[in-house]
């Protein structure tokens, strides 16, 4: 992989977050939800509040899951949901300190497993397994470690724009977590210090999102966003390596990736990266979205729709 590759997307990785030791969560416990949710999509849903999600239940038959990225709402996914409500029963999930959520038990400790654990609990609880889960980004890593630790859990998996391992943008296919860790842990301390009185994401985010309205939105998303938490979440992000356990993996797994030719990479080598980070898993699909950058369902809605319907229809 050549170090320009590297370079360019480890940059929008880390552009992306502006705004692991695997343990097992705390107990399952019921909260109230607020009285103004503001990821809430429909006020005809239902809202459960955990330890470190909050799942909105809306729409009725075969049961879906849906998670955002780092630092983002379940808003997400409101186009899919408004186009799929009528269809399938929509678990829309939005992880404790992300775009508003209080933080509740994300507010110390790791992040990434933990929260995968409690997505699996949550499965388990509301007896949705073999269930069908569609995850972008940070989400995404979630779905793929649900797959190799939870298979049991999953019918199959879409991943949007994720990478079993990320370490690999920064450190070169040699790379591991420990060697990622260093800057790993120079990431957290940055992304979790107090932002500066000027502090504006905006430009750094507009390299994850080309439509204007899905900048306004996840703006808004990174600026309410707990830093400590997104920071946790960024460096387990860095270090989980799932590599190994790609080529045991029985659940079904789809990967829709963006290109956008304003990023400077060449085609061949863009899709390169994808196609060798899950070279060894069994069972993938591979779709690359062109003209589009991190945020798929925003700069390019209905290719995306294509992608997601194909991925259902499966």
Do not use: C
């Amino acid at each position: 992989m050549s170090k320009v590759l590297i370079g360019t997307v480890a940059a929008a990785v880390l552009m992306a977050t502006v705004g692991a030791s695997i343990s097992l969560p705390g107990p399952a416990m019921a909260q109230t939800a607020p009285a103004s949710d503001p990821n809430r999509l429909f006020a005809d849903s239902k809202l459960i509040v955990r330890d470190r999600i909050s799942i909105e239940v809306v729409g009725s038959g075969p049961d879906l899951i849906l998670v955002p990225g780092l630092d983002s709402s379940r808003q997400t996914w409101r186009r899919t949901a408004e186009r799929l409500r009528g269809r399938y029963r929509l678990h829309l999930v939005q992880v404790a300190g992300f775009s508003g959520e209080p933080a509740r038990a994300n507010a110390t400790g790791r992040i990434l497993a933990p929260t995968a654990e409690a997505i699996d609990a949550y499965i388990v609880e509301a007896r949705l397994a073999p269930v069908i889960y569609v995850g972008h980004s940070l989400g995404g890593t979630m779905g793929l470690y649900l797959a190799q630790h939870h298979p049991e859990h999953l019918k199959k998996v879409l991943l949007v724009d994720s990478l079993p391992f990320y370490g690999v943008l920064m450190g070169g296919p040699a790379a591991t977590a420990d060697t990622v860790r260093p800057m790993a842990d120079r990431m957290e301390a940055m992304m979790s210090a107090p932002a500066g009185a000027a502090s504006d994401p905006t430009a750094m985010l507009a390299s994850m999102v080309k439509d204007p309205d899905g900048l306004k939105a996840v703006v808004g998303w990174s600026k309410t966003s707990d830093r400590s938490v997104g920071g946790r979440a960024m460096a387990d992000d860095m270090t989980l390596d799932m590599r190994a356990g790609l080529p045991t993996m029985q659940t079904p797994i789809t990967l829709v990736y963006p290109f956008d030719p304003a990023v400077g990479v060449p085609l061949p080598q863009w899709d390169g990266l994808y196609a060798s980070q899950f070279a060894s898993v069994p069972h993938k699909t591979l779709v690359r979205v062109d003209d589009s950058r991190h945020f798929v369902m925003f700069d390019q809605p209905v290719k995306f729709d294509a992608a997601l319907d194909a991925f259902l229809a499966g």
